[in-house]
């Protein structure tokens, strides 16, 4: 199913995924604030990739730059001078748009064939009434656009405490940059030999003319980057060494979001054109995925060739380059850059894990998170919360299984309440203590010590003892089979 941006939003702010930033003021220009459940997810997306392509791979390290770095950063990059927008202004209303999106708004109307008449008129549509087409400013519909003007996407501050030229500094506005000026610390420090990559989570900032469609675009966001490095003179299987390791890496981070759950029929891959190529690119692959709004870019891998290290060797003056011993001489390696945006896939993951679907006559709203994903891994839930025994066995069992996991406990409602509340969130199991685990003392019973686990997906059930419930859920959320664990502790018929 395809489900809409205000479903999501609705559900993000209802469970605690993700807030309006400062929204008591009315909310800032989008921003947003990760609450409970959203940092969990966030968190635990991020932990996944370093691990998956950090951790892992011998060929890879990490590193955590600064935000502000030395403003000839921005110079030697190009962003200073490229990384602009083309933006149009209502010489009426002030409002500012980019040059290239005013067709595509829809538009205010004041049609004189029916005495001034104000309409709304679909995004490059004419007017039904007299034919007209948009000529003023899309949202007032009465000022005139200015010609367009190149707008510096950079935030610009000042370090230190005086607000003068000299000390202006830019808040990054990608983490890229700080792994070709640390090339030669990394290099030298860790002693790497190419090819090999530097990777690096974390904020970035770019003042969008027009952010929207909720965490998609936004001010403030996460990213995700690596820069691998290639000696440009070998070749890899008969091929260039830039151009093999840049189709595995197109291929490699395909694989990864498949493994956490995007399904095929929502991902493809987008060749850029000559005309859209960033300055610094020979080639740029983009991961599209079909968003709530449609097709956009998820990630982007470019093939950046030396551009970045030779621009910042020549601003900075320092030698950048890789002694390759074989051929006993000094080159300047190629990079392949995958370069993705943390809330973008974490919107990913959220529309593609949303489903609704029938249970005995009721709607039930699931996300079918990975279970590595999933930002709550189990809830454990009493069955009566009047019976102590039970409250108490339950509470040791959430204690025990939250050393290894994000794991909650909840007695506000009747059971099946509890499940729905924890489906829609996308817990894969529920733990539930009855009285049977604990016996009833005043009968002199005493408990079978076993809970009941339930799986979000199936809805099954499997009756496991206490003490095996860290051992099966070190299986179940490491990918292990549901199947297997029902077979093996089947529940009461
Ligand atoms: N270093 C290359 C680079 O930054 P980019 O395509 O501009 O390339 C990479 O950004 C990724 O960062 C995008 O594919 C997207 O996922 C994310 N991203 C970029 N701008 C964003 C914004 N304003 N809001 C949220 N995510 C953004």
């Known amino acids: 199913m395809t489900v809409t941006m205000d479903t999501l939003v609705s559900l993000c702010k209802r469970r605690g995924f993700v807030f309006q930033s400062s929204e008591i003021y009315g909310g800032t220009g989008s921003c947003y604030d990760y609450g409970p459940l959203g940092v969990e997810l966030k968190n635990n997306l991020k932990r996944l ?51 290239d999106d005013v067709d595509t708004l829809a538009w205010t109307h004041y049609c004189e064939a029916t005495k001034g008449n104000k309409f709304t008129i679909p995004a490059g549509e004419p007017c039904s009434h007299c034919g007209a087409r948009r000529t003023l400013c899309p949202d007032c519909g009465k000022g005139e656009l200015t010609p367009p003007r190149r707008f510096n996407l950079m935030f610009k501050t000042f370090m230190g405490p005086v607000e003068e030229e000299a000390s202006v500094a830019y808040l990054r506005p990608e983490t890229a940059q700080a792994m070709f000026v640390n090339f030669e610390n990394v290099l030298q420090s860790m002693r790497l030999k190419l090819p090999f990559g530097i990777a690096q989570a974390g904020r970035s900032f770019r003042n969008e003319i027009t952010p929207g469609n909720f965490i998609f675009r936004t001010r403030e966001f996460e990213q995700m980057e690596i820069e691998y490095f290639v000696n440009p003179r070998d070749t890899v299987e008969g091929r260039p060494a830039d151009e093999y390791w840049h189709d595995r890496w197109i291929a490699d981070c395909m694989a990864w979001f498949r493994r956490y759950g995007l399904r095929e029929e929502n991902l493809r891959l987008r060749e850029h054109d ?97 279970p590595e994903l999933a930002p709550v891994k189990v809830a454990v839930l009493p069955l009566l919360k009047k019976r102590d025994e039970i409250v108490k066995a339950a509470h040791a069992i959430r204690a025990t299984l939250a050393r290894e996991w994000r794991v ?86």
């Open 274 to 370: 000559q005309s859209e190529l960033s300055h610094y690119s020979k080639r740029t692959v983009d991961i599209d995925y079909r968003f709530p709004i449609g097709w956009s870019e998820l990630m982007g891998i470019a093939n950046r060739t030396d551009f970045d290290l030779k621009q910042h060797a020549k601003f900075s003056g320092k030698s950048l380059t890789y002694f390759d011993e074989e051929r006993k001489e000094h080159i300047v390696p190629y990079v392949v850059e995958p370069a993705s945006g943390v809330d973008r896939a974490l919107l990913a993951f959220l529309a593609d894990a949303y489903t609704e679907e029938e249970v005995r006559g009721e709607k039930r709203v699931v996300l079918r998170f990975h």
């Open 49 to 99: 990739w370093w691990r998956d392509f950090v951790q892992n791979r011998p060929d890879m390290v990490g590193i955590d730059a600064s935000i502000l770095m030395h403003p000839m950063v921005w110079k030697a990059s190009g962003h200073l001078e490229n990384f602009t927008d083309p933006m149009v202004d209502c010489r009426e209303c002030k409002l500012r748009f980019r040059a």
């Open 408 to 493: 909650v406990y909840d007695d506000t409602a009747a059971i099946g309440r509890l499940y729905r509340r924890q489906d829609e969130v996308g817990t894969p199991y529920c733990v539930t203590v009855d009285v049977q685990t604990v016996g009833d003392s005043d009968k002199g019973e005493v408990g079978d010590g076993k809970v009941t686990i339930r799986d979000r997906d199936s809805m099954g059930q499997a009756r496991v003892p206490i003490e095996a419930l860290t051992g099966v859920f070190r299986d179940l959320l490491s990918g292990g089979d549901w199947a297997k664990v029902a077979s093996e502790f089947p529940a009461a018929k």
